[in-house]
């Protein structure tokens, strides 16, 4: 019997090590977004490819994958309602950890549930009935076989798959950089008008105007150009003098002090104002010693 050489029994076993550790090419990655992108789900390959997320997926040994992608109007309200960092968490619960085709997915028992990405966190599969949709966290899979590759399938969603707890939002434990980022502000920054569905918890949003009678927010003033802050508006005598922002509807006007005469019976009209040249009402024309 001739004996085996040496050189070729290290090279299959090499061989066999790299094979069994390979992970998801970047051809392949590459293929299934740009079929996500012909089919009108731009947004999240966009996400991907500029977040770390990308660089897990090509990195991660014996890795397979199903991506349940959200359309692109969902993810874009999530990315203007939500930190970057939820945001991202958001886009690795829609990656499932196992590669299963059509045929696979659709004899799934109903509530199988699918490991994802986000660690900890899962997809449960379901079918809608009446009907041919498969589910996957209640948002149905409107778009099959987008692409199918030998270690990744893609598929269409036809919204965004919601957090199902809020304490899946803010666990800092189940990802590495939550305890890099406790409490992160939101990227809204118009604070009276803030998202109607906004994913970050109350203490987050940005605060509401107070429901006191009486009180209305003026315009932006033309000293600063922007509006008052919420906390100027609602801050009244305790803290000092009122905000010249306010308007106080039971409060008179503040006039100059009169040197003659006796004063205006009540409902007489009040006398006219003066010229822009000797201010006599500090309150309404905004006063710099008044402002600080």
């Given at each position: 019997?001739?004996?085996?050489?040496?050189?070729?029994?290290?090279?299959?076993?090499?061989?066999?090590?790299?094979?069994?550790?390979?992970?998801?090419?970047?051809?392949?990655?590459?293929?299934?977004?740009?079929?996500?992108?012909?089919?009108?789900?731009?947004?999240?390959?966009?996400?991907?490819?500029?977040?770390?997320?990308?660089?897990?997926?090509l990195h991660i040994p014996n890795g397979t994958y199903t991506l349940f992608a959200p359309t692109d109007a969902a993810l874009f309200a999530l990315d203007m309602a939500s930190p970057a960092w939820l945001y991202v968490r958001s886009l690795r619960r829609h990656i499932a950890l196992r590669r299963l085709p059509n045929h696979l997915l659709s004899v799934l028992p109903p509530g199988y549930r699918l490991p994802t990405l986000l660690p900890q966190r899962?997809?449960?599969?379901?079918?809608?009935?009446?009907?041919?949709?498969?589910?996957?966290?209640?948002?149905?899979?409107?778009?099959?076989?987008?692409?199918?590759?030998?270690?990744?399938?893609?598929?269409?969603?036809?919204?965004?798959?919601?957090?199902?707890?809020?304490?899946?939002?803010?666990?800092?434990?189940?990802?590495?950089?939550?305890?890099?980022?406790?409490?992160?502000?939101?990227?809204?920054?118009?604070?009276?008008?803030?998202?109607?569905?906004?994913?970050?918890?109350?203490?987050?949003?940005?605060?509401?105007?107070?429901?006191?009678?009486?009180?209305?927010?003026?315009?932006?003033?033309?000293?600063?150009?922007?509006?008052?802050?919420?906390?100027?508006?609602?801050?009244?005598?305790?803290?000092?003098?009122?905000?010249?922002?306010?308007?106080?509807?039971?409060?008179?006007?503040?006039?100059?002090?009169?040197?003659?005469?006796?004063?205006?019976?009540?409902?007489?009209?009040?006398?006219?104002?003066?010229?822009?040249?000797?201010?006599?009402?500090?309150?309404?024309?905004?006063?710099?010693?008044?402002?600080?």
């Open positions: 019997m001739a004996k085996r050489n040496p050189a070729f029994l290290l090279l299959l076993a090499l061989t066999a090590l790299f094979t069994v550790a390979a992970a998801l090419s970047e051809p392949e990655l590459d293929a299934a977004l740009s079929a996500l992108n012909a089919r009108g789900y731009t947004l999240f390959g966009k996400a991907i490819t500029a977040s770390d997320i990308r660089f897990e997926l899962s997809l449960r599969i379901s079918r809608r009935l009446p009907g041919p949709f498969i589910t996957a966290d209640d948002v149905d899979v409107v778009l099959p076989a987008v692409f199918h590759g030998p270690d990744l399938v893609a598929y269409g969603l036809g919204g965004i798959i919601p957090p199902r707890h809020p304490t899946d939002l803010f666990l800092s434990g189940s990802h590495p950089r939550s305890t890099d980022l406790p409490n992160p502000p939101s990227r809204s920054n118009d604070w009276s008008s803030p998202p109607s569905r906004s994913a970050d918890p109350p203490e987050l949003r940005p605060p509401a105007t107070h429901p006191v009678p009486g009180i209305d927010l003026l315009a932006p003033s033309p000293l600063n150009g922007s509006s008052p802050s919420p906390s100027d508006a609602i801050e009244t005598g305790t803290h000092g003098a009122p905000s010249p922002a306010l308007v106080l509807e039971d409060q008179p006007p503040i006039s100059a002090p009169v040197q003659t005469g006796t004063p205006s019976p009540a409902g007489m009209s009040s006398p006219a104002p003066a010229p822009a040249s000797t201010p006599t009402n500090p309150w309404l024309l905004g006063s710099p010693e008044l402002l600080h």
